[in-house]
C-alpha cells in the first residue's frame, strides 16, 4: 500500500509558479509510475502530467512547456513544477502512483491517490 501526501498548492497570481510535492510512505516509488491530475469546480477530472520509473514523461497539451514533472527517488517524493500560471490552471491537484512503472494518461491505470492540494490562481 502506498500513501501519498500533496503539498505546496495556494494562490497565486496569472504569470506566477508553484512547486507541488508529493511525499509517498508505505512503498519505496523507485518502480512506480507517478502523475499528477487535477480537477477544476463542475469539470471533470483531467490528466496534467506523468513520469515513469525511468524518468519518461508525458505531459497534457495545456500545461506543456509550462509545467514540468519530476521524481527524486531518494525522498520519496515527486513534483510538479507549475510555471506561468493561467486562471484555468486553477483546480485541485493530485498526485497518482502506480505499481507497473509506466507513466500513463488515464486515471484507471493508477491505484493510488493522494487527499489532493488546491490550487488557486487570480486574474
Known amino acids: 500500500q502506498v500513501q501519498l501526501v500533496e503539498s505546496g498548492g495556494g494562490l497565486v497570481q496569472a504569470g506566477g509558479s508553484l512547486r507541488l510535492s508529493c511525499a509517498a510512505s508505505?512503498?519505496?516509488?523507485?518502480?512506480?509510475?507517478m502523475g499528477w491530475f487535477r480537477q477544476a469546480p463542475g469539470k471533470e477530472r483531467e490528466f496534467v502530467a506523468a513520469?515513469?520509473?525511468?524518468?519518461?514523461?508525458l505531459y497534457a497539451d495545456s500545461v506543456m512547456g509550462r509545467f514540468t514533472i519530476s521524481r527524486d527517488n531518494a525522498k520519496n517524493t515527486a513534483y510538479l513544477q507549475a510555471n506561468s500560471l493561467k486562471a484555468e490552471d486553477t483546480a485541485v491537484y493530485y498526485c497518482?502512483?502506480?505499481?507497473?512503472?509506466?507513466?500513463?494518461?488515464?486515471?484507471?491505470?493508477?491505484?493510488?491517490w493522494g487527499q489532493g492540494t488546491q490550487v488557486t490562481v487570480s486574474s
Open positions: 513520469i515513469n520509473r525511468n524518468g519518461g514523461r
Open positions: 508505505g512503498r519505496t516509488i523507485n518502480n512506480l509510475g
Open positions: 497518482t502512483a502506480q505499481g507497473s512503472g509506466w507513466a500513463s494518461r488515464l486515471a484507471n491505470d493508477y491505484e493510488y
